[in-house]
C-alpha cells in the first residue's frame, strides 16, 4: 500500500510535461543577463585572458546582435566564418565562444549549448619552428650580461615557466630544498605545482630575494616596488635573442617549448615533463615528441 508521500511522487513523475520542461537544467550561475555570465565566466583568468576572450565575446554579440539563450548554431556557423584574421586567431576565438556556451549550458543560464555542434578549424601545427636548439638557448643565456635579466631566463627556461606564471612569483613562493630548492607556481586553469630548480639556479635566486619582505615579488620592476609587468618580460626575451643572432620573434613561451622538448630529448619521462610544466593531459606533453622526431622511416631510404 502506498503512503501519501509516495503517492504524491509517482503522480509527479507520471503527469504529462512538456519536453522544455523535461531538459530545462536549474540555473546555478546566479547571472541575470549575458554581461553578469561572461563576467562569472572570465573571474580566475589572467588579465591578459580576460582581455582576449571579452574582446573575442564582445565581437560575437555585437555580430550576432540578439541574447545568447536566443543563438542558433546557424549564427554561430556563421560568425565563424566571417572571422578573417589568422587561422590560430579564428581558433581562438571560437573556442572562447564555444567555452563561454558550454559554461552557460552547465550552469543552467543557457537550455541549451548550440557551440557543442561547431568545430574549430583545423590547424597546421607549428610548434617545431617555435623550439629553440640547446645551442640557441645557450647563447641566449650566455651573451645576456644583466646579472637580473639573466636569472630571469635561466628560470624561464630551467622551470618551463608560463610569462604569467613568472611575473607572479614572491618571495613567498621560494622554498629552500636540502642543497636546492622549489619555486611553488600558481599557473593556468587556476591550479597549483611545485617544481624542484637546479642547484645553480636556486643558488641564484635566494641570492636576489635575501631581505626581501616574503609578499614581495620576485622579479620587481625597476621603476617601482611591483612585479614586471609580462609586456617587461617580452621584451627582455626578444632582446635577449636579437642579441644571440636569432631573427625569428621569440618570446618568454619558447623557453617553456625548449624545456619540455630539450627534456624528453634527455630521456626525462613524459610524465615528468607533464607535472612540471602543468600541461593538462600527457597528450599534450606528448606533441613535443612528435614536433621533433629522434628518427624518421625517411632516414632508411636511398634518395
Not at 14 to 34: E, F, H, K, Y
Request: proline share 4%; with cysteine.
Amino acid at each position: 500500500m502506498q503512503t501519501q508521500n509516495q503517492a504524491q511522487f509517482f503522480s509527479i513523475v507520471t503527469a504529462p510535461q512538456t519536453t522544455a520542461a523535461l531538459v530545462r537544467p536549474v540555473d546555478i550561475s546566479g547571472a541575470s543577463s549575458d554581461a553578469q555570465l561572461v563576467d562569472l565566466w572570465l573571474r580566475g583568468r589572467s588579465r591578459h585572458t580576460q582581455r582576449a576572450y571579452g574582446a573575442d565575446i564582445g565581437r560575437f554579440l555585437t555580430f550576432t546582435g540578439k541574447p545568447l539563450a536566443q543563438d542558433s548554431v546557424l549564427d554561430l556557423q556563421t560568425f565563424a566564418d566571417s572571422l578573417t584574421s589568422s587561422p590560430a586567431s579564428r581558433s581562438r576565438t571560437l573556442s572562447a565562444v564555444k567555452s563561454l556556451l558550454t559554461y552557460g549550458q552547465r550552469t543552467g543560464y543557457l537550455t541549451f549549448n548550440v557551440g557543442a555542434a561547431v568545430k574549430l578549424p583545423a590547424q597546421k601545427q607549428a610548434l617545431a619552428s617555435r623550439i629553440l636548439s640547446e645551442a640557441d638557448v645557450q647563447s641566449i643565456l650566455v651573451l645576456e650580461k644583466n646579472p637580473r635579466n639573466k636569472l630571469l631566463l635561466r628560470l624561464l627556461y630551467a622551470a618551463g615557466l608560463r610569462v604569467s606564471e613568472l611575473c607572479g612569483l614572491t618571495v613567498r613562493d621560494l622554498q629552500a630544498r636540502d642543497d636546492a630548492g622549489q619555486v611553488t607556481v600558481f599557473g593556468k586553469g587556476s591550479k597549483t605545482r611545485a617544481v624542484l630548480l637546479p642547484a645553480s639556479v636556486w643558488k641564484q635566486l635566494a641570492a636576489l630575494v635575501e631581505g626581501a619582505e616574503l609578499d614581495a615579488p620576485v622579479f620587481r620592476s625597476r621603476k617601482g616596488s611591483g612585479p614586471l609587468t609580462p609586456m617587461q618580460v617580452f621584451r627582455i626575451v626578444r632582446a635577449a635573442a636579437r642579441r644571440a643572432g636569432l631573427t625569428a620573434n621569440v618570446s618568454p613561451h619558447w623557453l617553456r617549448h625548449a624545456h619540455a622538448s630539450h627534456a624528453l630529448d634527455r630521456g626525462a619521462p613524459a610524465h615528468l615533463v607533464q607535472q612540471t610544466l602543468g600541461h593538462s593531459s600527457l597528450a599534450v606533453t606528448s606533441v613535443y615528441a612528435h614536433a621533433r622526431p629522434s628518427d624518421s622511416s625517411a632516414r632508411y631510404l636511398v634518395v
